[in-house]
């Protein structure tokens, strides 16, 4: 039976959607970029940072210094003056280097839906869904890193770290491990936290139907895995090791009993409830419809995360859960769309 012209199946958009989500693509991730950068200041020097001066553990994450480093000979007082008549509501701030991390935050939330409309569209078959469902990245990110009243400020690498993050859930969905170590080195040198990625990946292929008999393929693509954030780690720790480290940022600085004391503060509360959009209390209590199962005992790496940043996190920094997005968005997502399902089921029985 062909289709009607400008419909389409479940598992593809019709031209005028497809153009639709394009549009909508470009207006939501320029707005997001824009907002990034004009409403936040950098925490870091970026010309130390770009030169690897800055202060450990923050240098270590250097992939995007080296780009800034690499687009360093951008800088021209003319093209700054050009910059301030096109984008005068970016400030009088606005330079070459902060036009970079512009271009670095539109690729990387850009990537990180289309990214994310793919792995939905693995979980669910459903190209329309998917395609507005996986808005759900900027709508959490907004929180995480504009929205919030809480620490506000920019550090480089953490929109490239959700990106990261989202190609290696969808490599994780489709089970494409030997794909997933080069993205985990590459990873390593923009964050630690791709570390996160292996524990995914354990967690996913083990509670898969079938799995626990190829316990020995899992544990070697993680060692895999493990191997090449460990070199990395070892590369940019040879590089900026000897960089002095920013104060309260030694491995021995726990921060358990200053984040309990924050989470007892009522003040606080709003910004906790906020992570994920608020979206968190959703996904705990509706748990039964994120399937597959693989899927849902995904929420132990949350809580891990969780338990492992009350030591080592700042709370109230809520950035710091930024990485998770692309978990949740998906989590979130799949949840939407069992439930709207089940409706539509039980509305074509009534």
């Known amino acids: 039976m062909s289709e009607a012209p400008g419909q389409c199946g479940r598992n593809r958009l019709s031209r005028r959607q497809g153009l639709t989500f394009l549009a909508a693509l ?121 929205l ?24 994780l969905v489709i089970r494409r491990p030997l794909q997933l170590i080069p993205l985990i080195a590459i990873a390593t040198l923009n964050r630690e936290t791709s570390l996160f990625l292996i524990v995914f990946y354990v967690v996913f292929e083990l509670s898969r139907p079938g799995e626990r008999n190829k316990r020995g393929a899992v544990f070697a693509h993680a060692a895999g895995m493990l191997a090449a954030w460990v070199a990395m780690r070892l590369v940019v720790l040879h590089l900026y090791g000897h960089n002095p480290v920013a104060g309260a940022s030694g491995i021995a600085d726990l921060k358990l009993r200053q984040n309990l004391g924050f989470l007892v503060k009522p003040q606080h509360w709003p910004a906790f409830a906020s992570i994920f959009g608020f979206s968190l209390p959703v996904v705990l209590v509706c748990q039964r419809w994120l399937q597959p199962n693989y899927l849902r005992r995904g929420m132990m790496v949350v809580a891990m995360w969780f338990v492992l940043m009350l030591f080592v996190g700042v ?12 978990y949740m968005s998906v989590a979130l997502g799949v949840i939407l769309y069992r439930r709207l399902s089940l409706r539509d089921d039980a509305a074509i029985a009534a």
């Open 26 to 146: 470009l207006l939501v991730t320029s707005h997001f970029s824009l907002a990034y950068i004009s409403d936040t200041a950098p925490f870091l020097s970026l010309r130390a940072f770009a030169a690897g001066l800055e202060s450990q553990p923050f240098q270590e994450r250097a992939l995007t210094g080296w780009l800034l480093r690499a687009t360093g000979r951008l800088d021209s007082p003319e093209l700054e003056v050009e910059l301030h008549r096109l984008l005068p509501a970016m400030g009088s701030a606005f330079n070459e280097t902060t036009l970079v991390l512009l271009v670095v935050a539109w690729l990387s939330m850009a990537a990180s839906v289309v990214i994310t409309r793919e792995t939905l569209m693995n979980l669910t078959g459903d190209a329309l869904f998917s395609s507005w469902a996986a808005f759900l990245v900027p709508y959490m990110a907004y929180f995480t890193y504009i």
């Open 148 to 171: 919030n009243f809480g620490p506000h400020f920019l550090l480089p690498y953490d929109l490239p770290s959700l990106f990261f993050f989202c190609a290696g859930l969808y490599l």
């Open 315 to 326: 709370l109230i920094e809520i950035r710091i859960f930024g990485e998770l997005i692309s």
